[in-house]
């Protein structure tokens, strides 16, 4: 009786570890390319392809105002002042990767972009202007703009000659481009405060 106890608790032990190598483990982090690590191997053109495919329209909208230059009068006559003023903005991504023209990874995004909504991505543009403004006595102006922007999200398509991470295709997650927009109209606004002389 006793050895066909044995026996049994033999047979469910074989059980348990037939079962455990049927089960796959369990993906780590170590099992997976960082979104960085594939963005490196699109530029070193270490892939077969590279592509970007958007997953929705581009989206143009009015950036945050932003002080781009001031001016105070401390006297006590009002007094009519030419404030200069300049302003650049230039391309980020929700990853933090760089994606511009200098890299490979920007040249794929942006030929994507153009094939994908017909005009042209703007990666760095730089305004400059001036505005007259009236200040009374004691006064300050704060010259503010806000300049058009663009977004667009979607995925980089990455095919390796050889598994790379164990697998030939990678998708990077979804990832947001946003830059400033080939509309060149940026909005200025002027503030009046008490200024400190």
Known sequence: MFAIRKTGM???GLAVIVAAALIPAAASAEDTPTTRELFDQCNQGRTDLCVFHPTGPAQKYRAPYEL????KNCT?????RVIRWESTAG?????????????????IFEAS??????EEWSWVKTK???VRQDIGPHQAVNIYAA????????????????????HYIWY??????????????????????????
């Open 68 to 71: 781009v230059g001031k001016s």
């Open 147 to 166: 300049p058009m922007r663009t977004k667009v999200k979607g995925k980089f398509e990455m095919h390796f000659g050889s598994r790379y991470y164990g």
């Open 172 to 197: 990077t997650p979804e990832i947001e481009v946003d830059g400033p927009s080939s509309d060149p109209v940026w909005v200025t606004r002027a503030n009046q405060v008490h200024a400190t002389c």
């Open 128 to 130: 400059a202007d001036e």
């Open 10 to 12: 033999a047979a469910a």
């Open 76 to 80: 006590k006559n009002n007094s009519t």
């Open 91 to 107: 391309t980020k991504t929700s990853v933090g990767e760089e994606i511009s023209v200098t890299v490979k990874a920007g040249e």
């Open 113 to 118: 972009y153009k094939q994908s909504f017909g």
